[in-house]
C-alpha cells in the first residue's frame, strides 16, 4: 500500500480496532493473573513472542543481524521493556482494568514532557503544554479518588500503572534517541521481547509460586497475548506507521483509556465512579492536545 499523508477509512478503522484490542489485552491480562504469577505470565509471553517475530522475520528475508554500535541500546530497552511489563502486569494482579487503563495511557503525556528535556527539535508548544496540563489533572484524580472496593483500588497497584506508564514512555525515547532508530521496527521488538524474556522469568522467581491453579483458559489466554497482541498486533501497527503519517497514528491514542474502562465496565462489572470519569475525560482532552499536529503556515 502506497505512503499516504491522512488517515482514510480504513486506517480510521484499523487504528481503532487496535486501539480496542489494547484495551481487551488488559482484561485478558486480569483473567490470566488469575492462573498464572504476573511476571512469570510477562516473561512467557516475551519468551513466545520472540520466537514468532523472529520466525516471521526470517520468513520475510529481513536481516536479524544486531548492527554494530546498537548493542547497549539493545539491552537496555529491553531491560526498560521488562520493567514496563513487571509493573503493567502486577499493577493488574492489585487494582481494576479501569483505573489502570486511565493512568497507564498517559505515557504519551509522559513522552512529551522528556522529549521536551532530551530531544533537540521536540518541544512543548502551548497545546502540547496545556493537554500536559489537563492529563496531569487527570492522573492525580484518578490517583487520590478511592473506590468503594480496596481490593480493586489498591494504591499500590495504581502507582504501579503510573510507573509502566513512564517506563514505556522511556521506551519510545530510548527507540528514538539512541542508535536503534538505524534499525527496523521490527528489530526494535526483538530486541525488547528477546531481552526482557529471561530478566522476567528470572524475575518470577522473587514474586512467589510461578502457577496458580490455571486452567485452559489461562493458557489459551497466555497463547492470544504471544499470537495475537504481541506478534500479530504490534505488527499490524508498525505496518500501519509506515503507512500513515505518525502524528495521525498517535491520535488515535486516546481511545484505548476510553476502551479500557469501557471493557472493564462491561465484561468484569468494575465499578465506574463519578471522579473516575472526569480523570478519564481530562486524559483523553490531554491526549488528544498532545497528539495534534501544530498548523502549517
Not at 530486541?191 to 512467589?208: C, E, K, R
Request: hydrophobic share 60%; net charge positive.
Amino acid at each position: 500500500m502506497d505512503r499516504k499523508t491522512q488517515i482514510d477509512a480504513f486506517g480510521a478503522i484499523s487504528l481503532t480496532g487496535f486501539a480496542l484490542l489494547l484495551a481487551f489485552n488488559q482484561v485478558i491480562i486480569k483473567q490470566v493473573n488469575e492462573g498464572l504469577q504476573p511476571v512469570f505470565f510477562a516473561g512467557l509471553r516475551s519468551l513466545g513472542g520472540a520466537v514468532v517475530i523472529f520466525l516471521w522475520m526470517k520468513a520475510r528475508g529481513l536481516s536479524v543481524a544486531i548492527k554494530p554500535g546498537t548493542v547497549p541500546a539493545g539491552l537496555a530497552i529491553g531491560v526498560v521493556f521488562a520493567f514496563e511489563f513487571i509493573c503493567l502486569f502486577w499493577a493488574l494482579d492489585l487494582t481494576s482494568v479501569t483505573r489502570t487503563s486511565v493512568i497507564f495511557y498517559t505515557m504519551p503525556m509522559w513522552l512529551a514532557l522528556a522529549a521536551h528535556f532530551l530531544i533537540p527539535g521536540d518541544r512543548l508548544t502551548p497545546m502540547k503544554s496545556a493537554g500536559l496540563v489537563l492529563a496531569f489533572i487527570g492522573v492525580v484524580i484518578a490517583l487520590t479518588l478511592r473506590g468503594d472496593s480496596a481490593g480493586e483500588t489498591s494504591l499500590l497497584g495504581d502507582f504501579l500503572a503510573l510507573l509502566g506508564a513512564m517506563a514505556w514512555a522511556a521506551i519510545a525515547l530510548c527507540a528514538r534517541a539512541t542508535k536503534l532508530n538505524q534499525v527496523r521496527p521490527e528489530m526494535q521488538l526483538l530486541w525488547q521481547l528477546t531481552v526482557s524474556a529471561p530478566v522476567l522469568l528470572l524475575a518470577a522467581l522473587f514474586f512467589g509460586p510461578l502457577l496458580r491453579e490455571p486452567e485452559f483458559i489461562h493458557w489459551v489466554g497466555l497463547g492470544a497475548q504471544i499470537l495475537v497482541i504481541v506478534s500479530a498486533g504490534f505488527l499490524f501497527w508498525l505496518w500501519l506507521l509506515s503507512i500513515y503519517p505518525a502524528s495521525s497514528v498517535a491520535a488515535f491514542s486516546f481511545l484505548s483509556p476510553v476502551f479500557g474502562v469501557g471493557l472493564g465496565w462491561l465484561m468484569l462489572d468494575e465499578q465506574v465512579g463519578a471522579g473516575l470519569l472526569v480523570a478519564l475525560t481530562l486524559v483523553c482532552l490531554g491526549l488528544i492536545l498532545i497528539n495534534r499536529p501544530p498548523k502549517r503556515r
